[in-house]
Nanobody, 115 residues
Framework: QVRLVESGGHLVLAGGSLRLSCAASGSIFSINAMGWSRQAPGKQREWVAAITSGGSINYADSVKGRFTISRDGAQNTVYLQMNSLKPEDTAVYYC?????????WGQGTQVTVSS
């Protein structure tokens, strides 16, 4: 089992920045990759970014060049630095971990971008 706790969501003006954090605990040795997804009201959950245990990184086209995913292995934490935020980035952001025992999700953190 892997437990994930997100933090950092907030209300921000368009053009602003936020950094989300996701702290992992439990069977962290079994994690192969971690990432972020988001879900806006009335829409399906959308994958945003991922980083593997080997350091490979991928982004959705909608956030490429604006968002940066990184990790602190010592703290078992993954970050999502979000710059040049747009109103369409408004969503609940979820952290996930792909581990040997399955895929685990956090409870989500709300990001609201006001125009």
């Amino acid at each position: 089992q892997v437990r994930l706790v997100e933090s950092g969501g907030h209300l921000v003006l368009a053009g602003g920045s936020l950094r989300l954090s996701c702290a992992a605990s439990g069977s962290i040795f079994s994690i192969n990759a971690m990432g972020w997804s988001r879900q806006a009201p009335g829409k399906q959950r959308e994958w945003v970014a991922a980083i593997t245990s080997g350091g490979s990184i991928n982004y959705a086209d909608s956030v490429k060049g604006r968002f940066t995913i990184s990790r602190d292995g010592a703290q078992n934490t993954v970050y999502l630095q979000m710059n040049s935020l747009k109103p369409e980035d408004t969503a609940v952001y979820y952290c996930n971990a792909d581990a040997t025992g399955g895929t685990f999700w956090g409870q989500g953190t709300q990001v609201t971008v006001s125009s």
